[in-house]
């Protein structure tokens, strides 16, 4: 076996307190809004992971000054319109949201640049951001049209439009929002459901104007971000992994304190709820805008269950291979639908998790927009993580509730969005 593998015991018992590192999603916002705005921001238990590191070179590639020490950011920006043309190309890695986020902000400017990323980033989707941001008059080219990585950008003299997006995405949302503070008119942006709204609370929160109605979110062009200030709450999808542990493993007792509950991002919680789970909010509080809690959870006995509701599907799309390990162990079938967009994430996480689980001795099948899953004994095995943060942390979470080892391929691909994954998980498990 090669080094790249990660093998994973069974256990007796898992317990303790945890805390979970800061939120990859409000993380990037945050860099990415204290950019836009002219003066000093400070930022807080910001992620640092692959993922929020690509947004930072490629912020310090426009001329942004970017100061890290330990988790704590200070970013020092003349605004949006200090921006440089970059000398090279700029590159997001394994990252969606850079790309997709950055590509709002390039099309406001007048200059010319290009954003390419890693193969799995490349192989994936961005018409659903370059369309509308050459609806507002930006110049983008690249593979398939402006489909696909690299893309080139030569922006300046956008207007707002009235769009009406065709696929639910907080990523295209940001995009478009962001570039509408260096467009002109008004902006208004119509999800089909509606996403995390991290944004919309960051820029309201940084004097930003903006309402949202009906799914709709509308707000005049022109308007420049204040420098921020702000704390970056744990992110609920890293805290995911130890909540489906602590569900499936044969006892447990597992506490994750500071954990952003935003509406957009606790589907979970909701689906695993109607499974059978307890699990209990404590101490729940209001921190720089967003929704903070402690999450206690034990071992549940769960069922499977249908889930055939999009917004639920939206609200937990990151968290649906956790889920997927999670039905493994619950009796009875679980049906997953409505999720296609899981096929051009990091990965076609659709077919990776159901790999996984045949690899581990359970019976599932994909279906086009999701999977079947037979509830059963796990089995131990070898998984593939097909080099994605979520497929491995999934997987690696299945071994509390497995007779035998459990070997990831590719674990250190956690690196992308929870490099401590390890360690938390090594303090909580009791063989
Ligand atoms: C994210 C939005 C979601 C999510 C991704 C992070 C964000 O992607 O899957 O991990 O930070 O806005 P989509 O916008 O593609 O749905």
Redesign the pocket.
Same mark, same amino acid.
């Given at each position: 076996m090669n080094s790249n593998y990660v093998s994973f015991q069974p256990l007796e018992r898992l317990e303790g307190i945890i805390i979970v590192p800061g939120d %990859? !999603?409000?993380s990037? &916002?945050a860099l990415f809004i204290s950019s836009l705005a002219s003066g000093i921001s400070r930022i807080n238990n910001i992620l640092i992971a692959e993922d929020v590191l690509s947004t930072i070179v490629c912020l310090r590639m426009l001329g942004v000054d970017i100061e890290l020490t330990g988790n704590s950011v200070v970013v020092k920006s003349g605004g949006i319109d200090s921006f440089k043309e970059p000398v090279g190309v700029l590159n997001a890695g394994n990252s969606?949201?850079t790309t997709?986020?950055i590509l709002g902000i390039l099309s406001t400017r007048n200059f010319f640049s290009v954003i390419t990323g890693d193969d799995s980033l490349s192989s994936r989707p961005m018409r &659903?951001i370059t369309a509308p941001l050459m609806i507002m008059g930006a110049s983008i080219d690249g593979r398939d049209n402006g489909n696909y990585l690299p893309v080139s950008v030569r922006g300046g003299g956008l207007k707002g439009i009235n769009y009406n997006m065709p *696929? /639910? !995405? /907080?990523? *295209? %949302? #940001?995009g478009l929002i962001l570039a509408s503070t260096g467009a002109k008119g008004v902006m208004s942006i119509k999800e089909p459901i509606s #996403?995390?709204d991290? #944004?919309e609370r960051m820029l309201k929160a940084s004097g930003v104007n903006l309402k949202t109605e009906d799914n709709t979110i509308e707000l005049s062009c022109s308007q420049k971000p204040l420098p921020l200030n702000t704390v970056i709450p744990g992110d609920f !999808?890293s805290a995911a992994f130890f909540i489906g542990a602590a569900l499936i493993a044969k006892e447990s007792d597992v506490l994750i304190k500071g954990v952003g509950i935003n509406h957009g991002r606790t589907g979970l919680l909701d689906i695993v709820k109607s499974m059978g789970a307890k699990i209990e909010l404590l101490n729940e509080r209001y921190e720089t805008g967003e929704s903070v809690a402690d999450i206690h959870i034990k071992t549940a006995k769960l069922k499977g269950i249908v889930i055939d509701d999009k917004s639920l599907i939206?609200r937990s799309?990151?968290e649906i291979p956790v889920l997927a390990v999670i039905a493994a162990c619950a009796d009875g079938e679980t049906v997953i639908r409505h999720a296609e967009?899981l096929r *051009? %994430?990091e990965s076609d996480r659709i077919k990776a998790v159901v790999e996984g689980l045949t690899a581990l001795g359970i019976k599932a099948k994909e279906l086009d927009d999701g999977m079947v899953i037979q509830g059963g004994a796990i089995k131990g095995g070898t998984v593939d993580s097909h080099n994605d943060h979520r497929i491995a942390m999934a997987f690696a979470i299945s071994s509390v509730a497995s007779t035998k080892e459990v070997f990831i391929n590719d674990f250190n691909a956690v690196g992308i !969005?929870f490099p401590e994954f390890m360690d938390i998980f090594n303090t909580l498990r009791h063989l």
């Open positions: %990859k !999603s409000i990037h &916002r969606g949201t997709r986020i &659903r *696929v /639910a !995405s /907080a990523q *295209v %949302k #940001t #996403t995390r991290h #944004t !999808s939206v799309i990151d967009e *051009v %994430k !969005s």
